[in-house]
């Protein structure tokens, strides 16, 4: 009786609205769904835009006065909210347009991402222990595995939520880092505890610097093994073979750089005022600029409507090699500043 009465309230609704509009129907149908898709389009441009970097004394604004830590814990506040707080939200797990027809933002964000893992890390083993016997932060130790979630879930629980409540235990730390009374929270600046992040975000750099000359392909010699003769490996492979990067995932290695880059801008400003005596003591303070000088030129303005992948010399630029470039500059830098740092 009562799937009778819902089909004859369906059945009335139909033919008043077949009444009201007659043939007039499709296309009205026609024009909301242009209008929608109209609005996603320029909804997914606009919340396609970086956020920009902050001022290059951001972090050096007070120093004099603030616990040394507190400037990288911040960097490490500010990126992680940016990410989740930034035009969009965080879009990698989004499962509704515009956010799931959006390929380019996710890598962004997945290249910031690895970068705020990296430090957590980084923060929760070395930063904050004077020696590897030491007791590690309990902020910090909840901090970091909640960092490394997976990305892409979007629900029971969502990838923000766990991002979330990474940062509130990070702000933790901060707020007993800046209290007397706690002498629990801890931060080290040492050159030993600054080149063991270095060592990890040197290796991401020669990585992305890897895939972004890939977008060419050419044939690459197998050095996996070079330099000592009593080396070994799982499994033979060959001495050469042919690398190239597909090209549907040209302009998302493009975007994972340039988002690692613009997050290591912040923690390597920051990194500057921790550990300003450290890199003074060694003369290595004009390293450290240099390689944010590099890094920022990744973040310039792409006129390009899309990231274009010429040859080399060819007619069309390239730009995955222009952005390998300056991450090739960058990652050398990074090995000369860590090699400063290991001399007496």
Known sequence: MALEKIKGVLGGLKESVSERFGPALPKIIGV???????????????????????????????????????????????????????????????????????????????????????????MRESFSRSQSQSQEDVDLAKAEPRFNFSNNSWAIPASESEYRQAIKHVKSFRDRL????????????????????????????????????????????????????????????????????????????????????????HFLRAVEVDFADVLANKNATVSLRQIIRELEGTQQTIYSPMVLNGTGFGFLANHSLVMGSYISRANAAIIDLRDLLSQG
């Not at 389009?41 to 970097?53: C, F, K, Q, R």
């Not at 989740?84 to 890598?107: R, W």
């Not at 610097?209 to 799982?234: E, F, I, Y």
């Open 32 to 122: 909301a769904l242009a209008l929608y898709l109209v609005f996603i389009s320029v909804l997914g441009i606009y919340w396609s835009a970086t956020p920009d970097l902050p001022e290059t004394s951001y972090y050096a604004e007070s120093a004099s006065d603030r616990i040394v830590g507190t400037a990288t814990t911040s960097a490490l506040v500010d990126v992680a909210e940016t990410l989740l707080d930034k035009p969009g939200g965080f879009i990698s797990n989004d499962i509704t347009p515009p956010g799931v027809f959006m390929d380019n933002m996710p890598a962004w964000e997945y290249g910031v991402l690895i970068q705020v893992r990296d430090l957590s890390r980084a």
């Open 178 to 265: 800046n209290d007397s009374r706690e002498g629990d929270a801890q931060f080290y600046a040492r050159a030993d505890n600054l080149r063991y992040w270095l060592t990890v975000v040197e290796s991401r750099m020669g990585s992305l610097s890897q895939r972004l000359s890939a977008s060419v392909g050419r044939p690459r010699l197998n050095t996996d093994l070079a330099n000592d003769p009593t080396a070994r490996q799982s499994t033979p492979t060959s001495t050469e073979k042919q690398v190239k990067t597909p090209w549907l995932k040209i302009d998302d290695v493009f975007y994972e750089a340039r988002g690692s880059a613009w997050a290591l801008i």
